[in-house]
T-cell receptor
Framework: DGGITQSPKYLFRKEGQNVTLSCEQN?????MYWYRQDPGQGLRLIYY?????DFQKGDIAEGYSVSREKKESFPLTVTSAQKNPTAFYLC??????WGTGELFFGEGSRLTVL | RKEVEQDPGPFNVPEGATVAFNCTYS??????FFWYRQDCRKEPKLLMS???SGNEDGRFTAQLNRASQYISLLIRDSKLSDSATYLC???????????????FGTGTRLQVFP
């Protein structure tokens, strides 16, 4: 089945530790995205990539880093510089950018920093 | 003012009721509009796009009012399974080339009871 796989689903880390969230898709989509969702807030864009080896900062990129070495993979690293990293992280992909509005999301990763 | 605003609800309605949600957007240059559905602690999924002429998909009807800058979602004959959060999503056009992006509202929560 085609889709997006995020791992891990749940992650606990201590303050000051970097963590990397995995996102893999087998939909052959060019564009991939990382969003963060906090209670009472809409999804906020962290980073996006429209093509391999290229990515752009979103609205809240500070404290995060990404790479896009393969079309299928778009891992997100939450660094110790991120002030409030506890959140629900969603990875998504699309075949043609934002124009069609259809993003396919993974099941998300819940990060809790203790 | 937020770019996309929704009443957070919750809207509590009995089975069989008709319920409507509105969503306002601030960028008059926005071109594309969508409704996503998000179940509790799950990822969002595209429910339907919103076309200028309005569109219907079974019990769901979406409409766009460009003059007043809002979109609406009408659900007829509500089912228990409709209980979810409905996210309004707008493709916000930026000033430069390739600067559009999707803006997610915070969502309207619907609870259908027996």
């Amino acid at each position: 089945d085609g889709g997006i796989t995020q791992s891990p689903k749940y992650l606990f880390r201590k303050e000051g530790q970097n963590v990397t969230l995995s996102c893999e898709q087998n939909l052959n989509h060019d564009a991939m995205y990382w969003y963060r969702q906090d209670p009472g807030q809409g999804l906020r864009l962290i980073y996006y990539s429209q093509i391999v080896n290229d990515f752009q900062k979103g609205d809240i990129a500070e404290g995060y880093s990404v790479s896009r070495e393969k079309k299928e993979s778009f891992p997100l690293t939450v660094t110790s510089a991120q002030k409030n990293p506890t959140a629900f992280y969603l990875c998504a992909s699309s075949s043609s950018g934002w124009g069609t509005g259809e993003l396919f999301f993974g099941e998300g990763s819940r990060l809790t920093v203790l | 003012r937020k770019e996309v605003e929704q009443d957070p609800g919750p809207f509590n309605v009995p089975e069989g009721a008709t319920v409507a949600f509105n969503c306002t957007y601030s960028n008059s240059a926005s071109q594309s509009f969508f409704w996503y559905r998000q179940d509790c602690r799950k990822e969002p999924k595209l429910l339907m796009s919103v076309y200028s002429s309005g569109n219907e998909d079974g019990r769901f009807t979406a409409q766009l009012n460009r003059a007043s800058q809002y979109i609406s979602l009408l659900i007829r004959d509500s089912k228990l399974s409709d209980s979810a959060t409905y996210l309004c999503v707008v493709n916000s056009q930026g000033a430069g080339y390739n600067t559009d992006k999707l803006i997610f509202g915070t969502g309207t929560r619907l609870q259908v009871f027996p």
